[in-house]
């Protein structure tokens, strides 16, 4: 299961690199956006994770049927996650200021 993981890992880890050069760019190019380190680390944590069960599901769930319905909860789970924290969708403290 470790080397799986491990394996696993290697694969992502350059994706959520990727993604996460999306935002420092625009940084670069815009005031709109403004990332502090503490948003990258969170960001990166969170792709790496839903990544990950996600590899997990591919790998060891059988059944398509019950893939599809792993993976869709997972990728809205994920997207509720960044909606909280980047607006404060449901005026969790989370949100920030």
Known sequence: ??????????????????????????MQLTDEVNWSFFDFIIMGALLTITGLLIGIIL??????KYKKVLIVTILLTFLLIWAEFAVGLFGTPFAGN
């Open 1 to 26: 299961m470790l080397y799986f993981l491990l394996n696993m890992m290697i694969k992502i880890l350059p994706i959520v690199g990727l993604l996460l050069l999306i935002p420092l760019i625009a």
């Open 59 to 64: 790998k060891k769930v059988k059944s398509y």
